[in-house]
């Protein structure tokens, strides 16, 4: 036990130490070099602000499961729940997706390209052994072998959640605290299972990320964009594949759980563009979640504090789930996604209602927007 202890408090520290430090040397570099997220009618930022927080999210998260990995293997007798091959996938994985995230944030590469690399690692991520297996269905209790589905499911997760937190990345403090809440809760619940190794992993990365919401929580001093997004996206959707096989059945409710609100995100984007406006799924726009929150008069803060707060009663019966894994406990699982699947429509409706429809209130938006633009610029020529 004290050796996890040791090992944990490492390899989680040495994230969060590392990306301290790292962070705010990103942010001088991109203030000289003039590394900024450009600002257009679609995005939230006013000002220049730089977009390689992913950087240090990263460079630190790759010290941290390095350091894991490298003092697991001293004490070989001791089961950690991730072995060489899984460890180099995963590291493969991230490293691809974070090249893919860092070119896409200055070289705008195409969606089929995006998808081609993305899909090309997530196999090499099912071939080493991370996917869902089986799954428990309720009520009957009854373990259903996934067989051969288990590999297109396992496959439409993975891409799907890594695209699901990159899309939902568009406000301060929004994707990596609820990035943060889903591997807390990941780590929390494989520390009631006794996954050593998988808990490490997840608080591991919460670190990093913790590191960096002290830096991007408004107003922001710096994104974590495309590279970050990407890299933390594809990180929440393994690291539940990765835990004790006994317990396979029962992660995929948790893994839908705790990362619920970008899936219903997705979805409802799928849905907007692809059916209504008839458009590519990849076409942008300004009417994910936060966006109609903050059309709707919400601040900032306000539409985090409602978000942290859903995240919170989310990973909540994700606990309770893990802890006793019975029908009531999975039943409020289920009633908590119904809730936010609720909290979801009733947001589009008022988003179509009162803001939508509503020429008057598009206008003093967009007056309101012009004013803080205006601020922050004299506020920027005041400085220099």
């Given at each position: ?16 130490l590392s990306n301290i430090i790292i962070t ?142 990159n899309l939902i990345d568009g406000m301060d ?103 209504f406006y008839r458009v590519s799924f990849f ?102």
């Amino acid at each position: 036990m004290e050796f996890y202890i040791t090992l944990f408090l490492i390899s989680v520290g040495s994230a969060f130490l590392s990306n301290i430090i790292i962070t705010p040397i990103l942010i001088a570099l991109a203030r000289k070099y003039q590394w900024y997220d450009s600002t257009n009618e679609r995005k939230i930022h006013i000002s220049p602000t730089p977009r390689i927080g992913g950087v240090g999210v990263f460079i630190s998260f790759i010290i941290g499961i390095s350091v894991f990995f490298f003092l697991s293997q001293q004490r070989p007798e001791i089961e950690v729940g991730l072995d060489a091959v899984k460890f180099a996938a995963l590291v493969t994985a991230i490293v691809g997706i974070f090249i893919v995230g860092i070119c896409d944030d200055y070289l705008n590469l195409s969606a089929k390209l995006k998808f081609g690399i993305q899909a090309l690692l997530t196999v090499i991520l099912i071939s080493s052994g991370f996917r869902f297996k089986e799954i428990y269905i309720p009520f009957i209790q009854y373990t259903l072998p996934l067989g051969l589905f288990s590999y297109p499911l396992t496959f439409i997760w993975i891409v799907g959640v890594s695209n699901a937190i990159n899309l939902i990345d568009g406000m301060d403090g929004l994707a990596g605290g609820l990035s943060c809440f889903g591997l807390v809760s990941v780590g929390l619940y494989s520390l009631v299972l006794n996954d050593i190794g998988l808990s490490i992993l997840a608080f591991t990365l919460a670190g990093s990320l913790l590191a960096f919401l002290i830096f991007n929580f408004p107003p922001a001093k710096i994104f974590m964009g495309d590279a970050g997004s990407y890299v933390v996206g594809l990180t929440l959707a393994v690291v539940p594949l990765a835990n004790n096989p006994q317990y396979d059945s029962v992660t995929l409710y948790l893994a839908i759980t705790v990362c619920i609100i970008p899936i219903f995100d997705t979805f409802s984007s799928m849905i907007r563009r692809m059916f209504f406006y008839r458009v590519s799924f990849f076409t942008p726009d300004k009417e994910h979640t936060h966006h109609k929150m903050l059309n709707l008069g919400l601040s900032t803060l306000q539409v985090l504090t409602i978000v942290y707060l859903i995240c919170a009663c989310l990973c909540g019966a994700a606990l309770l789930w893990s802890l006793y894994q019975t029908d009531w406990s999975l039943m409020l699982i289920v009633c908590v996604w119904g809730a936010v699947g609720i909290f979801f429509l009733a947001l589009s409706h008022d988003f179509k209602k009162y803001f939508k429809n509503d020429p008057e209130a598009q206008r003093f938006y967009e007056l309101k927007r012009q004013q803080q633009i205006k601020a922050a610029q004299k506020e920027q020529n005041e400085s220099k």
